[in-house]
C-alpha cells in the first residue's frame, strides 16, 4: 500500500508563488511515474503536470506551462510542484499520485492512476 501526503498549500495574492510537496510511502518510490492534478469548485479533477520516473520526462496542460514546475527527489520519496505566477483561476485543491504500473510514460489520465493523496488547497486571490 502506498500513502501520498500534500503539503504547502496557502493564500496567495495573485503573481505569488507556492511550492507544493507530495511525500510518498509504503514501497519504492523511484520507479514511478507521479502526477498532479486539481480540482476547483463545480469542476472535475483535471491534469496539471507528470513526471516519469526518469526525470528527464515531464508534461504540463497548457495552462500552466511557463509557470509551474514538477521535479522529484527520489531520496526523499517526494515530488514537488513549484507554481510561480499564480493566477485566480489556478484556485483549486490540488492532488498528487502515483501510478503503480511501472515501465511507460507519464500519463495524463486521471485513471491511470492508482494512489491518491488528500489533496491541499491553493486559493489566489485577485
Known amino acids: 500500500q502506498v500513502q501520498l501526503v500534500e503539503s504547502g498549500g496557502g493564500l496567495v495574492q495573485a503573481g505569488g508563488s507556492l511550492r507544493l510537496s507530495c511525500a510518498a510511502s509504503?514501497?519504492?518510490?523511484?520507479?514511478?511515474?507521479m502526477a498532479w492534478f486539481r480540482q476547483a469548485p463545480g469542476k472535475e479533477r483535471e491534469f496539471v503536470s507528470a513526471?516519469?520516473?526518469?526525470?528527464?520526462?515531464?508534461y504540463y496542460t497548457d495552462s500552466v506551462k511557463g509557470r509551474f514546475t514538477i521535479s522529484r527527489d527520489n531520496a526523499k520519496n517526494t515530488v514537488y510542484l513549484q507554481m510561480n505566477n499564480l493566477k485566480p483561476e489556478d484556485t483549486a485543491v490540488y492532488y498528487c499520485?502515483?501510478?503503480?504500473?511501472?515501465?511507460?510514460?507519464?500519463?495524463?489520465?486521471?485513471?491511470?492512476?492508482?494512489?491518491w493523496g488528500q489533496g491541499t488547497q491553493v486559493t489566489v486571490s485577485s
Open positions: 513526471i516519469g520516473w526518469s526525470v528527464a520526462t515531464t
Open positions: 509504503g514501497r519504492p518510490f523511484s520507479m514511478y511515474c
Open positions: 499520485a502515483l501510478d503503480r504500473t511501472t515501465g511507460r510514460l507519464p500519463s495524463r489520465a486521471l485513471d491511470e492512476y492508482d494512489y
